[in-house]
């Protein structure tokens, strides 16, 4: 019989987006709660080593590419351009403290309690925390929430040697630019990634097994996605399988299928990005018999519930997009309904985001999507090299894309290409919450000159009554 150190109301165990707004949120909601981490932050992936710095080196390297390729145009001189990638790890890893460290005083803020350690399940209602000096406790919760997360998917053509086979964890702490980068996988990881070493002056290359990036997004976008980063200097590969990896002479040699044939392509490093799973095998599912499929994804109910009483689970580990921002909402929906109020979280209304430059953003059904569920829809579509910001911005690549249905006009599925597309969702979000119809966003007044006018112009023009196209 384990002894029990403390009890708590609700248990949650992981720290990232979807744990700690879950236990924020409960703590708000009057629960005793405390949250489960091992890592000496808070924030899980997202915060330490996925969303946050990511988009700090993002960040960093479009100033530098800016600077090198067009600040000329507006008149902006520089000599001696040059890039200190020890500056640049040192920003974002102090934008990353700034983040976590806001985190932990959210904790003490709203009194929850950081349990300090691995995280497993020790049997019904009881949750075992194993510090790093391998000292155990155990603790009671009435509700317990399993937040573990995601880690990246390691192939066996390509194992991790975490120096020049490496993960995205390690894609973002390199010390140098490297003058080859090879990637394994065309989704949003290795193409954000490969972005920014691209900006810095890597050599990149994409190898891509489906015969198009960005998987499940809408065709015609992917398309002109893979234009946009070809035209950047992106070797994008399709339909291209990778067999087997090498290091020979210091470099990364990898054998891949294309076309029936085998062709080869070597690199100083390569990042496998070809996906994540969820982190529940080391979470003790098993010690209460707590259903998982095949894959790790734990089976929930509408309401978040596993298959065993008083355990729940969300974000990364159930079934849905792995997005920080779906965790998030997953989190609080959960600690409102187990204060017995309406949480709700909307999937139709969850953006998927791309932050390359320009940056992708997706919300609702895609064209095929429409096709095979067989709903009748028509299409409006805007190109920012219209739009008089843009142009000032000198950012005129992409275009806003709205699906409707065909007889009602109810939004469908809004797909941007263009500058700052993760803000511009933001709109389409709310409008889709709403309800709204394609005239609902086309009849709403615009600031002029703003990049949102591209959204109210491809409402327009789902109708064919586009102003200024």
Same mark, same amino acid.
């Given at each position: 019989?384990?002894?029990?150190s403390?009890?708590y109301?609700?248990?949650?165990?992981?720290?990232?987006?979807?744990?700690?707004?879950c236990?924020?949120?409960?703590?708000?909601?009057?629960?005793?709660?405390?949250?489960?981490?091992?890592?000496?932050?808070?924030?899980?992936?997202c915060l330490n080593?996925?969303?946050i710095?990511?988009?700090?080196l993002?960040?960093?390297?479009h100033?530098?590419?800016?600077?090198?390729?067009?600040f000329?145009?507006h008149?902006?001189?520089?000599?001696?351009?040059?890039?200190?990638?020890?500056?640049?790890?040192?920003?974002?890893?102090?934008?990353v403290s700034?983040?976590t460290d806001?985190?932990?005083?959210?904790?003490?803020?709203n009194?929850v309690?950081?349990l300090?350690?691995?995280?497993?399940?020790?049997?019904p209602?009881?949750?075992t925390?194993?510090?790093?000096?391998?000292?155990n406790e155990?603790?009671?919760?009435?509700?317990?929430v399993i937040?573990?997360?995601?880690?990246?998917?390691?192939?066996?053509?390509a194992k991790?040697?975490?120096?020049?086979?490496?993960?995205s964890?390690?894609?973002l702490?390199?010390?140098?630019?490297?003058?080859?980068?090879?990637?394994?996988g065309?989704?949003?990881i290795?193409?954000?990634?490969?972005s920014?070493?691209?900006?810095?002056?890597?050599?990149v290359?994409v190898?891509?097994?489906q015969?198009?990036?960005?998987?499940?997004?809408?065709?015609?976008?992917?398309?002109?996605?893979?234009?946009?980063?070809?035209?950047q200097?992106?070797?994008?590969q399709?339909?291209?399988?990778?067999?087997?990896?090498?290091?020979?002479?210091?470099k990364?040699?990898?054998?891949?299928?294309?076309k029936?044939?085998s062709?080869?392509?070597?690199?100083?490093k390569?990042l496998?990005?070809?996906?994540?799973?969820p982190?529940?095998?080391q979470?003790?599912?098993?010690?209460?018999?707590?259903?998982a499929?095949?894959?790790?994804f734990i089976?929930?109910?509408k309401?978040?519930?596993?298959?065993?009483?008083?355990?729940?689970?969300?974000?990364d580990?159930?079934h849905?997009?792995m997005l920080?921002?779906?965790a998030?909402e997953?989190?609080?929906? +959960? *600690? @409102?309904?187990l204060a017995?109020? $309406?949480?709700? &979280?909307?999937?139709? %209304? =969850?953006?998927?985001?791309?932050?390359?430059?320009p940056?992708?953003?997706s919300?609702?059904?895609?064209?095929e999507?429409c096709k095979?569920?067989?709903i009748?829809f028509?299409t409006?579509k805007f190109?920012?090299?219209?739009?008089?910001?843009?142009?000032?911005m000198?950012e005129?690549q992409?275009?806003?894309?709205?699906l409707?249905?065909?007889?009602?006009?109810r939004?469908?599925?809004?797909h941007?290409?263009g500058?700052?597309?993760?803000?511009?969702?933001?709109?389409?979000?709310?409008?889709?919450?709403?309800?709204?119809s394609?005239?609902?966003?086309a009849?709403?007044?615009?600031?002029?000159?703003t +990049? *949102? @006018?591209?959204?109210?112009e491809? $409402?327009?023009? &789902?109708?064919?009554? %586009? =102003?200024?196209s």
């Amino acid at each position: 019989m384990n002894s029990v150190s403390d009890s708590y109301d609700v248990i949650v165990i992981g720290a990232g987006p979807g744990g700690y707004v879950c236990a924020i949120r409960a703590a708000q909601l009057g629960f005793r709660t405390a949250c489960v981490e091992a890592s000496e932050t808070l924030g899980g992936t997202c915060l330490n080593v996925g969303c946050i710095p990511s988009k700090a080196l993002l960040e960093s390297s479009h100033h530098y590419h800016k600077a090198g390729h067009e600040f000329s145009e507006h008149g902006i001189k520089l000599d001696r351009l040059s890039i200190d990638v020890p500056q640049m790890l040192k920003r974002k890893e102090a934008v990353v403290s700034s983040i976590t460290d806001g985190v932990a005083g959210l904790f003490k803020k709203n009194k929850v309690k950081w349990l300090k350690g691995h995280g497993s399940i020790a049997g019904p209602g009881l949750v075992t925390v194993t510090s790093k000096d391998g000292k155990n406790e155990t603790f009671a919760g009435k509700h317990v929430v399993i937040a573990t997360g995601s880690i990246p998917i390691q192939i066996p053509p390509a194992k991790f040697d975490h120096k020049q086979i490496v993960d995205s964890t390690d894609a973002l702490s390199f010390k140098a630019v490297p003058e080859e980068l090879l990637v394994v996988g065309g989704g949003v990881i290795g193409l954000e990634l490969g972005s920014v070493w691209l900006r810095l002056g890597s050599k990149v290359t994409v190898i891509e097994a489906q015969n198009k990036i960005l998987g499940a997004t809408d065709a015609g976008v992917s398309r002109e996605m893979l234009k946009i980063l070809k035209k950047q200097g992106m070797n994008i590969q399709l339909s291209t399988m990778l067999e087997s990896t090498e290091i020979v002479d210091g470099k990364v040699k990898m054998t891949c299928k294309q076309k029936d044939q085998s062709v080869e392509f070597q690199g100083d490093k390569a990042l496998i990005a070809v996906g994540r799973r969820p982190l529940t095998d080391q979470v003790g599912l098993e010690k209460v018999g707590i259903k998982a499929d095949s894959r790790g994804f734990i089976e929930v109910d509408k309401h978040y519930k596993t298959s065993v009483d008083g355990f729940y689970a969300i974000g990364d580990t159930i079934h849905g997009p792995m997005l920080a921002h779906k965790a998030e909402e997953e989190g609080i929906a +959960l *600690a @409102e309904m187990l204060a017995g109020k $309406a949480g709700h &979280v909307n999937y139709e %209304a =969850i953006a998927s985001v791309v932050y390359t430059w320009p940056e992708l953003a997706s919300i609702g059904l895609t064209e095929e999507e429409c096709k095979e569920q067989g709903i009748p829809f028509k299409t409006g579509k805007f190109y920012f090299k219209a739009n008089g910001r843009a142009k000032a911005m000198n950012e005129t690549q992409g275009f806003v894309k709205c699906l409707a249905h065909k007889e009602s006009d109810r939004l469908l599925g809004v797909h941007i290409i263009g500058p700052t597309a993760s803000e511009l969702a933001a709109e389409a979000a709310l409008a889709f919450e709403y309800g709204a119809s394609a005239e609902d966003i086309a009849r709403s007044v615009h600031a002029h000159p703003t +990049l *949102a @006018e591209a959204m109210k112009e491809a $409402a327009l023009d &789902v109708d064919k009554r %586009a =102003i200024h196209s």
